[in-house]
């Protein structure tokens, strides 16, 4: 098994998702890498250093640079991985700089090698894995395999909303299968509240049976157009807006921040004259195109924001279906819906700041693909909710 540095981080939060990853990727990209040329053998895996800059040879400096507000463990581990690496190629590394937007720091790595091997060693033995619940589901292609190893135990960790705490207080009152869930709903209803137990109940059902249960009516949906916003967070920068209408995708684009405020009043002028519902998912949308108005000093009708539709919302009010998560990405994928790209949320920070760096129009055709996607995977996802309703 081919392990690289940047696989550190899915290996401290969810090792499954790293095996997963691991055994589908193709190798060649890594090698492809300029920087991916020092590697070592180790617990019978082989271990390849990536970095981002080659500060210095002699001495050697090198720098991993990242996206996020804070300095984590896990890029003390990644930092001792690289260094691990490239010592064990008689290569004497002066130091490591961890860099982002916010902070760069010089890492003092050494400590953090035998934690590291501890890690690596674990996973590079061990052939199954205990599967829990992290922040990366929601994003994860490979949660609906966690998905149905859980469901084949009736495990309640996967129940959506379903917070660990809960379960342990459902798991103290011996609820702790999906079936117990249905049976023991008085119960339930006694600690959650009427509305929390239905709604428990429903995702129950939905799991056991393996399909969607619409609980809710539907309130009466409006042809409309599609938007989904794509920010580079270290800046504040929204740096693009897609639109689909009628099967058309238009992406409002700001190549530089001075920029920002013609696409943003461009994006606005476009739904303003539409006067169609504006269908998005989650509450991302409203809250920039808010901030932006205060940024830029642009006044908003009060009934702007009126046609705006929240589909995440549509579907966490009405509907339970047999998922870890209630993602964009998780809906469409389990209604059939594939993206082009192996983007997402947090990989497309990485990507775009990969382009200010670089120029690469490869680079923003592809985050143009994935926006493109998004949105039409809203629109996918509306129109199943809809049949499912019927």
Known sequence: ???????????????????????????????????????????????????????SETPLVIKIKKTGKRLS???M?????????????ERKVESIIVES?????????RPYVTKLLSLISSFCEMDEFHISKTHLCRTCQFSSECFKEIVGMENLTFLYGVKSKTIEKLTS???????DVIKMNNIIEEILGKEKSKRLVFQAKSILENKPIVFKELPKLLPGIYLDIESYTPINFDYLFG????????????????????????????????????????????????????????????????????????????????????????????????????L????????????LATGDKRI????????EDDVRATEFILKKLIDISN
């Open 77 to 89: 581990l990644e930092s001792a991985f690289v260094g691990y690496v490239l010592e064990s190629n």
């Open 173 to 179: 009152y011996g609820i702790n299968t999906l079936k």
């Open 344 to 355: 997402n949320g947090q990989i497309v920070v990485g990507s775009y700041a990969e382009y």
């Open 243 to 342: 639109i689909l209408d009628d099967n058309t995708y238009i992406p409002f684009l700001a190549l530089d921040p001075v920029y920002e405020k013609d696409a943003f009043k461009q994006a606005l002028e476009y739904i303003s004259k539409s006067k169609k519902a504006v269908y998005h998912f989650h509450n991302y949308e409203v809250i920039r195109f808010k901030k932006l108005s205060r940024k830029y000093g642009i006044n908003l009708s009060k009934t702007f924001f009126s046609n705006f539709v929240d589909v995440y919302k549509l579907y966490s009010d009405h509907v339970a279906l047999p998922i870890p998560s209630y993602s964009l990405k998780n809906i469409a994928r389990f209604f059939g819906f594939n993206w082009r790209t192996a």
């Open 101 to 109: 937007p916010y902070f760069s720091v010089s890492i003092n790595w």
């Open 364 to 371: 923003l055709d592809e985050i143009l693909i994935y926006n």
């Open 73 to 75: 463990e896990y890029h």
């Open 1 to 55: 098994m081919i392990i690289s540095s940047k696989d550190v981080k899915t290996i401290y939060f969810c090792p499954q998702k790293a095996r997963f990853e691991i055994k589908n990727r193709n190798f060649k990209n890594l090698k492809d890498n300029q920087h991916s040329i020092f590697l070592t053998d180790a617990f019978g895996c082989t271990l390849i250093a990536e970095f981002d800059e080659l500060v």
